[in-house]
């Protein structure tokens, strides 16, 4: 039967997203966040992988750019999105924010948009929010430069973001 599926969207290992995230080129590379048990999933065409998402606790308390309210305990990161051609990120943004984000315990997502390599589009097509912007120190363990990033959220009550977060809009 797995033959005939034509889409399928799965959990996989983060050894597995690393490898396709390494094969695809991901401009931020390997997910490496010592042991925070990501959540990785891989959507397949005709049992072939073609996009992987990975999520991951937040690494600071809260999230920064002045979204205070987004700590650990209600927010995940949506850490890596990639997929093998131009395209397919958002169809496994979408499956991603549908299937897995709701079945798990949090209120809150992220993901974090480098200011200088992408436009933000696959988030704003999605119904995400842009809502803060921040620069990055660098990284204590591999040395790589801080970079500028928006900050992009997504909850189930989107309308009401701004009041749910206690922010300003701005857009």
Request: proline share 2%.
């Amino acid at each position: 039967m797995e033959k005939n599926n034509l889409c399928s969207f799965k959990k996989v290992s983060l050894k597995e997203a690393n490898e396709y995230l390494t094969l695809w080129n991901h401009k931020m590379g390997l997910l490496r966040r010592g042991n925070q048990n990501a959540i990785c999933h891989m959507l397949f065409h005709k049992s072939e992988p073609i996009a992987v998402t990975t999520a991951s606790h937040l690494i600071r308390e809260n999230v920064g750019g002045g979204l205070k309210k987004l700590t650990r305990k209600n927010t995940i990161e949506l850490s890596r999105l990639c997929a093998c051609k131009p395209g397919i990120c958002r169809v496994a943004l979408r499956l991603w924010r549908e299937f897995v984000f709701t079945e798990l315990p949090y209120k809150f997502a992220v993901s974090y948009q480098d200011a200088k390599l992408h436009t933000g589009n696959t988030y704003r097509f999605d119904g995400w929010r842009k809502l803060a912007f921040s620069h990055s120190g660098t990284d204590k363990r591999s040395g790589r430069k801080g970079r500028d990033k928006w900050i992009w959220v997504w909850c189930e009550d989107i309308d009401n973001i701004y009041s749910l977060l206690h922010i300003e809009k701005t857009e």
